[in-house]
């Protein structure tokens, strides 16, 4: 089973606790909007390298079981 907090950090002194990637001060909401604008889950990973691969999977698959299935099928079609 699947830890969310294994994943993300929410910590107020950290951009007053935005949902952050564990161990980064890049917030989850960061990769949704590259992923929205149409930006590859790769190009996403070069532009935030410390950001690892797995968290982002991880994470898309944490909003997979809290998102409506049409809008996590737009976002799973642009990170391919």
């Keep these: 089973m699947i830890n969310i ?3 993300i950090s929410i910590d107020r002194k ?3 606790g935005q949902p952050v ?3 980064t001060r890049v ?3 960061t990769l949704f909007l590259h992923l929205e604008k149409g930006v590859p889950l790769a190009e996403f990973l070069e532009d935030f ?3 690892s691969k797995e968290q ?3 994470v898309l698959g944490i909003a997979e ?3 409506p299935p049409k809008n996590i099928e737009k ?3 642009t990170a391919a």
């Design 56 to 58: 982002a999977i991880r």
């Design 21 to 23: 990637f564990e161990g």
């Design 65 to 67: 079981k809290i998102m």
């Design 75 to 77: 976002l799973y079609e």
């Design 49 to 51: 390298p410390t950001v």
């Design 14 to 16: 950290i951009l007053g």
């Design 27 to 29: 917030p989850i909401e």
């Design 5 to 7: 907090w294994d994943f």
